[in-house]
T-cell receptor, first 116, second 115 residues
Framework: GAVVSQHPSRVICKSGTSVKIECRSL??????MFWYRQFPKQSLMLMAT?????????EQGVEKDKFLINHASLTLSTLTVTSAHPEDSSFYIC????????????FGEGSRLTVL | AQKITQTQPGMFVQEKEAVTLDCTYD???????LFWYKQPSSGEMIFLIY??????QNATEGRYSLNFQKARKSANLVISASQLGDSAMYFC????????????FGSGTRLQVQP
């Protein structure tokens, strides 16, 4: 099946620094990727929809200047958490859609961010 | 707006028994897709099964089947012959346009399979 890879799987950073998380579709072209955030013992919440070659669409309450999303190619979307604070510590996970087939959504392995 | 409700925070099942995880949904979209994912402690989201709103038959994938009752707006997951490796969090999710857009997730059910 289709594979979506995220890197890094775990990252620890100091408060005030920026962290970049990559999401790659390894064997298909993804025109749309989705970024989710999951706090401990909670469900996944959609942060933004990333479209190749255009600006991301952010969900209400998600700061676009803090969570920068770039989808520069059909196989790569990046999420940069700028000026990270301890409250940004979370599990970030991306998903990608293969083509326009109903139900074809694949998730990356997730990235666990800890801000000290 | 869409809403997914999973009313079982935790479930226990004996190994080799069947278990049903409940999921109800609410949407005004005429076409939508319903998904179930398994999330082990490692965090990865493992796709289990998909049901399109226009599909006439209930979806099945190996030991997983989806009991889709459109009029009741329910999409329960049935796991047959439970295995110890099935212990994990299970999320029900839906997406408009028969699953072509972003997913809205339920709160999840933690399943523990006992030997």
């Amino acid at each position: 099946g289709a594979v979506v890879s995220q890197h890094p799987s775990r990252v620890i950073c100091k408060s005030g620094t920026s962290v970049k998380i990559e999401c790659r579709s390894l064997d298909f072209q993804a025109t749309t990727m989705f970024w989710y955030r999951q706090f401990p013992k909670q469900s996944l919440m959609l942060m933004a929809t990333s479209n190749e070659g255009s600006k991301a669409t952010y969900e209400q309450g998600v700061e676009k200047d803090k969570f920068l999303i770039n989808h520069a190619s059909l196989t790569l979307s990046t999420l940069t958490v700028t000026s990270a604070h301890p409250e940004d510590s979370s599990f970030y996970i991306c998903s990608a859609r293969q083509g326009n087939v109903a139900g074809e959504l694949f998730f990356g392995e997730g990235s666990r961010l800890t801000v000290l | 707006a869409q809403k997914i409700t999973q009313t079982q925070p935790g479930m226990f099942v004996q190994e080799k028994e069947a278990v049903t995880l409940d999921c109800t949904y609410d949407t005004s979209d005429p076409s939508y897709g319903l998904f179930w994912y398994k999330q082990p402690s490692s965090g990865e989201m493992i796709f289990l099964i998909y049901q399109g709103s226009y599909d006439q038959q209930n979806a099945t994938e190996g030991r997983y089947s989806l009991n889709f009752q459109k009029a009741r707006k329910s999409a329960n997951l049935v796991i047959s012959a439970s295995q110890l490796g099935d212990s994990a969090m299970y999320f029900c999710a839906m997406s408009p346009d028969t699953g072509r857009r972003a997913l809205t997730f339920g709160s999840g059910t933690r399943l523990q399979v006992q030997p």
